[in-house]
């Protein structure tokens, strides 16, 4: 069975700092990877998948993530956060074999002026 | 490509009532997706569609729970009877299956969500 750990519930930054939000994942098979992000009372908005092309995949608004089999990782980055960084962003995982998505409970970000 | 939509945005009922939430895929995808997502936690997935065929159902989707995709458009996502434990965003997604050598993942893109309050 697939299944996404999440590390911090709540991570809070300055403008500026690097954003770091982990993502651990288990799979019986080589996975998909996904990083959504959600604001306030809206859907989820896909910022980078991973399909085994690369293991660094970059992202929509400056954020990447990095691939690690060995580590079972997938954390997602960003050099430099901005004030409308902050949301909830969400890690999931699915396979080959099943389509639906294996979410985390997800990170809110919190970026200090 | 006007995204995935839903409605109503939101629906606040009373135990005990049907409720009925849509959800219009983009244009062209063949496959849908409906996900429960409750306070503090990530989607949950419910149940998926190619074109109108459902092809999977998870355990979350009790009896109560029904969902329909005629002529492989819209999906409708009903509830019966609800109660208290079903308030939650109901979430829709739609992807289009990859063609023949292209990476073998659909990219689901989400709609805005129905927000549903049960009192």
């Known amino acids: 069975a697939q299944s996404v750990t999440q590390?911090?519930?709540?991570?809070?930054?300055?403008?500026?700092?690097?954003?770091?939000?982990r993502c651990n994942y288990s799979?019986?098979?080589p996975p998909y990877l996904f990083w959504y992000v959600q604001y306030p009372n809206q859907g989820l908005q896909l910022?980078?998948?991973?399909?085994?092309?690369?293991?660094l995949v970059k992202g929509i608004n400056g954020f990447e993530?990095?691939?690690k089999k060995s580590e079972?990782?997938?954390h997602l980055t960003k050099p430099s956060a901005h004030m409308s960084d902050a949301a909830e962003y969400f890690c999931a995982v699915s396979d080959s074999g099943r389509r639906a998505l294996t979410f985390g409970s997800g990170t809110r970000l919190q970026v200090q002026p | 490509d006007t995204g995935v939509s839903q409605d109503p945005r939101h629906k606040i009922t009373k135990r005990g009532q049907n409720v009925t939430f849509r959800c219009d895929p983009i244009s062209e995808?063949?496959?849908?997706y409906w996900y429960r997502q409750t306070l503090g936690q990530g989607p949950e997935f419910l149940t998926y569609f190619q074109n109108e065929a459902q092809l999977e159902k998870s355990r979350l989707l009790s009896d109560r729970f029904s969902a329909e995709r005629p002529k492989g458009s819209f999906s409708t996502l009903e509830i019966q009877r609800t109660e208290q434990g079903d308030s939650a965003m109901y979430l829709c997604a739609s992807s289009h299956?990859?063609?023949?050598?292209v990476d073998g993942t659909d990219t689901q893109y989400?709609?805005?969500g129905t927000r549903l309050t049960v009192l």
């Open chain 1, 72 to 74: 079972t990782s997938f």
């Open chain 2, 110 to 112: 989400f709609g805005p």
């Open chain 1, 47 to 55: 910022l980078l998948k991973y399909t085994s092309a690369a293991t």
């Open chain 1, 65 to 67: 993530a990095e691939f």
């Open chain 2, 29 to 32: 995808h063949n496959r849908l």
């Open chain 1, 7 to 21: 590390l911090g519930s709540h991570v809070s930054v300055s403008e500026g700092a690097l954003v770091l939000l």
């Open chain 2, 97 to 101: 299956i990859p063609g023949q050598g």
């Open chain 1, 27 to 29: 799979s019986s098979v």
